[in-house]
Each structure stands twice: as C-alpha cells, then as structure tokens.
C-alpha cells in the first residue's frame, strides 16, 4: 500500500501537492499598522467563554496590512513568486486566558489559497480577500520612502465590497510598532464533527509566536482608519472606532515553527 504523504492536503505519494509545505515557514514582510479604541463590551463579544478582556486599555485594536513574501526551508518558492507572495489585513484585539495577556486574531483577509491554509492550521479566522497597500520605493517620484513625511495608503475588500480603508504620513521614528500586537497568539482550533448538528471534534486553546526575528526602524504616523460591513462581514458594527491612537510602519521578519497546545476541551 503507498504511503501518502504531505503536510496538508492533497496527500500524495510524494507530498509535492499538498497546498503547504511542511513547516518552518519563514516570512519577510512590510507592516503597516493602525491601534484604535472600541468600547471594550465589543471586544468581549468576540472573545470565547474561557478568556477574558486584558486589564490594561482592553478596548484597544490594532488593524495591520502586512505586504508578505514567505517560504518554506527549502526557499524554491522564492524562485516562483506566485507561491510565495500575498498580503494580508487582519485585526486584532488582546485578551487573558488564565491570568496571561495574549494577543489574539479576531478577523483577518488574506489573498492566497496557501496562507489560508496556514492559518487554519494555526487558528487564524482567514477569509479570502482584495488587499492592497502602498509600496514603498528607494527610487523615483511614484512611491514614498520609509522616512518622515512618506504616506501611505491601504485597503481590503471581500466578495466585491470595501471593508476598511487606511492612510498614514510617517512623522518620525518610534520605539515600537504598536502594543496591541506585541505578544504571543492565543487561538481556538476547532473543527465541527461531520454528523449533522454535531458538535466539535477537534477543539484545542493554542498559543504560537515566531522565532528568528528581525526588523527594520520602527515609525510612528498619523493615521486614519474607516471601517465599513457588508451583507457578508460586520467589522464596522462589531468593532467601531471609538478614537484613534495611532499609525506605525515597520518593515520585518519572523519564522514559525510550530506553536504549544494550552487546553483540549
């Protein structure tokens, strides 16, 4: 009998097709960041039973457009860039769960069959998505720089209509790029059984962060954010802007390699 063989699906004889390699993952990528603040019981709406609401400023939500270029070990996807190149906009929010504040993903877009598989592995909630982001350049008049007074610009949309649009002008060097996305994930994987009505055959609490990490000066920015729903997504009804804090523009890398399961419920 053949073995079949991948680390995700479609399993093969040889693994070559399944729709991502097998870990680590490496990721080189611009980040451009917009923190908010929501009335915290919007917050508390999207969090599960089993965490609670960080205790410092827990109405406070970070939106992030990431320009990603990512590879496996084997770094072949660098020669065909279609394998390796997609973006992303995804939101999120910080909560506890048994004492520890955790950053945690709530809603996220992403614009490739692979990442969403990634992140299904992972516990990201990803959906497919339209995103763009302005392009920084070193040369020429038809993109900004990663300096003081260069602005830029981002959008996402989903099944045809505007979710979020984002600018921001660079006004000098910060110390972070933000607070809200600072620390570990904690996610939910959960997979529902396959008899109708049927209740959840895989359901784990995990936690994850990246290694190897690396960046570029962090900025720090004016920014402006509006969010808006669709008959298909409720960012803008389940997260409002209440004020905002701030824009950040980091250019960075990470490596993932697997994360730590914290509950089987």
């Known amino acids: 009998m053949t073995e079949l063989r991948g680390f995700a699906p479609?399993?093969?004889?040889?693994?070559?097709?399944?729709?991502?390699?097998?870990?680590?993952?490496h990721y080189s990528g611009d980040l451009l960041t917009v923190e908010y603040r929501t009335d915290p019981v919007n917050v508390r709406a999207l969090l599960p039973g089993d965490l609670d609401l960080a205790p410092e400023d827990p109405g406070a939500v970070a939106f992030i457009w990431a320009d990603w270029q990512s590879c496996s070990d084997s770094?072949?996807?660098?020669?065909?860039p279609t394998r390796s190149q997609y973006k992303e906009a995804f939101v999120v929010v910080r909560c506890?769960?048994?004492?520890?504040?955790y950053s945690r993903c709530v809603f996220i877009w992403v614009s490739t069959d692979f990442a969403i598989a990634r992140g299904l592995h992972q516990g990201y909630p990803k959906k497919l998505g339209s995103?763009?982001?302005?392009?920084?350049?070193?040369?020429?008049?038809?993109?900004?720089?990663?300096?003081?007074?260069?602005?830029?610009?981002?959008?996402?949309?989903?099944?045809?209509?505007?979710?979020?649009?984002?600018r921001i002008t660079i006004t000098g060097p910060s110390e972070t790029n933000g607070f809200v996305n600072a620390l570990p994930?904690?996610?939910?994987?959960?997979?529902?059984?396959?008899?109708r009505n049927g209740g959840?055959?895989?359901d784990e609490v995990v936690t994850?962060?990246?290694?190897?990490g690396e960046a570029g000066p962090a900025w720090k920015a004016d920014a402006e954010l509006t969010l808006?729903?669709?008959?298909?997504?409720?960012?803008?009804?389940?997260?409002?802007?209440?004020?905002?804090?701030?824009g950040f523009y980091r250019q960075v890398g990470t490596s993932w390699n697997g994360g730590t399961t914290l509950a089987h419920r």
């Open 10 to 25: 479609p399993y093969t004889a040889t693994g070559r097709s399944g729709v991502i390699p097998n870990p680590p993952w």
């Open 75 to 80: 770094f072949e996807e660098l020669l065909d």
């Open 96 to 101: 506890q769960y048994e004492g520890v504040t």
């Open 131 to 166: 995103i763009h982001q302005t392009r920084p350049m070193p040369y020429g008049k038809a993109a900004p720089r990663v300096d003081v007074g260069g602005r830029f610009g981002a959008t996402v949309s989903a099944y045809d209509h505007r979710l979020a649009e984002a």
């Open 185 to 195: 994930m904690v996610h939910h994987r959960q997979v529902r059984q396959i008899e």
């Open 200 to 202: 959840l055959s895989l």
């Open 208 to 212: 994850m962060s990246g290694y190897d």
């Open 228 to 246: 808006f729903d669709s008959p298909w997504d409720e960012l803008a009804s389940a997260l409002p802007i209440k004020e905002i804090i701030g």
